[in-house]
Nanobody
Framework: QVQLLESGGGLVQAGGSLRLSCAASGRPSNTYAMGWFRQAPGKEREFVAAIGRFSESTYYADSVKGRFTISRDNAKNTVYLQMNSLKPEDTAVYYC?????????????????WGQGTQVTVSS
């Protein structure tokens, strides 16, 4: 079992920045990939970014490429999402995910464990 706890969400103006953190516990974090997903009101959950077990690969949705950066510190069992140049359309609840199922890092099916989410609101 893996427990995930997100933090760092909040209210920011368009063009601003936020850094989300996700602290993991229960298993060594280098045994699973980690990712960020988001869900806006009335919309389906969507992939944002993911990172391999040893940071060997990163993956981004086209909508955030060049603005968001995912990283991880396995010594601290933590994954980060640095979000720059935020837009109102980035407003959503952001969820951290962890897992090592086969398949694409872009798919929610890869991940068995999910955090409770943290709200990000970008005002125009």
């Amino acid at each position: 079992q893996v427990q995930l706890l997100e933090s760092g969400g909040g209210l920011v103006q368009a063009g601003g920045s936020l850094r989300l953190s996700c602290a993991a516990s229960g298993r060594p974090s280098n045994t699973y990939a980690m990712g960020w997903f988001r869900q806006a009101p009335g919309k389906e959950r969507e992939f944002v970014a993911a990172i391999g077990r040893f940071s060997e690969s990163t993956y981004y949705a086209d909508s955030v490429k060049g603005r968001f950066t995912i990283s991880r510190d396995n010594a601290k069992n933590t994954v980060y999402l640095q979000m720059n140049s935020l837009k109102p359309e980035d407003t959503a609840v952001y969820y951290c995910a962890a897992g090592d199922n086969s398949g694409s890092h872009y798919s929610g099916r890869k991940y068995d464990y999910w955090g409770q989410g943290t709200q990000v609101t970008v005002s125009s």
